[in-house]
């Protein structure tokens, strides 16, 4: 199943099907190792939902709710 990682609960796990968006937004995911075929889990989650901690490629990282609406996941 497809999600957006914008859409996943906390604890919830997936892999990196594509990264959309343009230009400088695209370029900093993938400069933060978010690239397709990596696995993310969804540590945690601000009271208002942004931003979203993850762990991915075994460090923890934090990303905005538009970024990570940009990343399309396979849902584990």
Same mark, same amino acid.
């Given at each position: 199943? %497809?999600? #957006?990682?914008?859409?996943?609960?906390?604890?919830?796990? !997936?892999?990196? =099907?594509?990264?959309? !968006?343009?230009?400088?937004?695209?370029?900093?995911?993938?400069?933060?190792?978010?690239?397709?075929?990596?696995?993310? =889990? =969804?540590? #945690?989650?601000?009271?208002? !939902?942004?931003?979203?901690?993850?762990?991915?490629? !075994?460090?923890?990282?934090?990303?905005? #709710?538009? %970024?990570?609406?940009?990343?399309?996941?396979?849902?584990?």
């Amino acid at each position: 199943m %497809e999600k #957006k990682l914008s859409e996943f609960s906390r604890g919830e796990r !997936g892999v990196v =099907l594509r990264i959309e !968006g343009e230009g400088r937004v695209r370029r900093r995911i993938f400069d933060m190792g978010v690239t397709p075929g990596a696995e993310i =889990l =969804l540590r #945690k989650l601000a009271p208002l !939902g942004d931003p979203v901690e993850v762990t991915v490629r !075994g460090y923890e990282l934090t990303l905005r #709710k538009s %970024e990570a609406a940009c990343v399309t996941m396979e849902v584990l």
